[in-house]
């Protein structure tokens, strides 16, 4: 496993793929369960099939989708947990907010996995490999763990990430790519299954250096109009992109409360989270926009908005906060209660693009304050979105003051 820092050349993909990702909730949830075997799904009794194992309980040879029986039988000691879906969505939900504090380019692929785009960008110093081991922590300190692989596209990082479980990063650097695919078992690229698998054995192709190696003609009379594709990514060559954030039409983030909040400087703090949070968001992805939405919603349920359209777009929290406790004040009074909180901007288009403009003036955006939102981008993504905060210079506006 090369986890060095490098400086890494071209397009990034970042695979995050959670070990046994319901046993360990199940664990997490019942420290006493730690380890233990755990099975989730199924039944002792022998009805039904294994949905996840803890890796305890993979030691004994279980697996997902065993019949019950034939786990009760290689375990008989196992803890058996039936699945609680809603759990394991609100650990989903908070581990890809973590991606997404990092790039808005996030394809999730299941509830435990997800493709990230992590190439770095010019203004980002910050090593693919860094962004890996910084989720990697960030997951950790939710009690789970996590496995990853980096490399130049999906098929390579997808396989990657399963090479080191559990909790491992496993690294292939631009130009590895078929001297890392090559010796390994066929049956792990993905798209190979089960029949595509024993048609390749018929032809005494067993590695997925051997599928590497076929000419296009032969791979085509061999699996159809799939060959091709499969010789590609075989070689290392997958071109499919990350579809995530930057393709869609606005970028948001929204908390609910436990226990409905209410005060106005409780209220302010969420509020600049969240306007820092798709600030971030929005540079990640080269993106800048000029509408801005507030979303509230009361403890009775009753959801409200408001919303502001800027002179010029912008990804700077100094020209987004102030206009977002402007529109907040429009549909919310301190002392109320609120259970959740919402901001988004829209209106987007590439940064490169977007004229630089402050809300309500002529003045252009400096430089100095787009390399300072980059330096704390950079900062919360090496060590989390709470190790540094947007300051208080931005003057909170009263609601009583006329804009």
Do not use: N
């Amino acid at each position: 496993m090369d986890t060095r820092t490098h400086e890494w050349s071209g397009r990034a993909v970042l695979h995050v793929d959670m070990d046994a990702f319901f046993a360990a909730v199940e664990q997490l949830d019942h420290p006493e369960w730690r380890g233990r075997p755990v099975i989730v799904g199924g039944s002792s009794t022998g009805r039904g099939v294994v949905s996840t194992a803890s890796y305890e309980a993979r030691a004994f040879g279980i697996h997902s989708a065993m019949p019950s029986v034939q786990a009760a039988r290689l375990c008989p000691d196992a803890i058996w947990a039936r699945p609680r879906f809603d759990r394991y969505r609100e650990f989903s939900h908070l581990i890809r907010e973590i991606f997404l504090s990092v790039t808005p380019r996030v394809e999730q692929v299941s509830i435990d996995e997800a493709y990230l785009d992590v190439t770095p960008a010019p203004h980002d110093p910050l090593d693919p490999v860094e962004v890996a081991r910084g989720i990697q922590q960030r997951v950790d300190a939710l009690g789970l763990s996590c496995s990853a692989g980096v490399a130049t596209s999906k098929t390579v990082a997808k396989i990657a990430s399963d090479r080191d479980k559990p909790h491992g990063i496993t690294v292939v650097r631009p130009g590895q790519e078929r001297a890392f695919l090559s010796p390994l078992a066929v049956v792990l690229l993905p798209g190979v299954g089960g029949t595509t698998a024993s048609r390749l054995r018929e032809a005494g192709i067993r590695t997925i250096g051997d599928l590497a190696a076929l000419d296009e003609p032969t791979a085509t009379a061999l699996l159809g109009s799939a060959g091709p594709t499969l010789t590609a990514r075989a070689q290392g060559v997958d071109p499919r992109s990350v579809s995530g954030e930057t393709d869609a039409k606005s970028v948001s983030h929204e908390r609910t409360f436990p226990a409905d909040i209410r005060g106005r400087d409780e209220v302010d703090a969420v509020l600049r989270g969240l306007v820092s949070d798709v600030a971030s968001r929005l540079r990640r992805g080269g993106q800048q926009g000029r509408t801005l939405t507030v979303k509230l919603r009361y403890g009775d349920f009753t959801t409200k908005t408001a919303s502001t359209t800027l002179t010029g777009p912008t990804d700077l929290e100094s020209v987004l906060l102030p206009a977002a406790r402007s529109a907040l004040h429009r549909v919310w009074s301190p002392g109320t209660g609120l259970r959740l909180l919402g901001f988004g901007v829209s209106g987007l288009g590439r940064a490169d693009e977007q004229l630089d403009l402050l809300e309500g003036g002529q003045e252009p955006r400096t430089e100095r304050a787009r390399s300072l939102a980059r330096s704390v981008d950079a900062v919360r993504e090496r060590f989390g979105s709470d190790a540094i905060s947007f300051g208080s210079r931005t003057r909170r506006q009263d609601p009583d003051e006329t804009e």
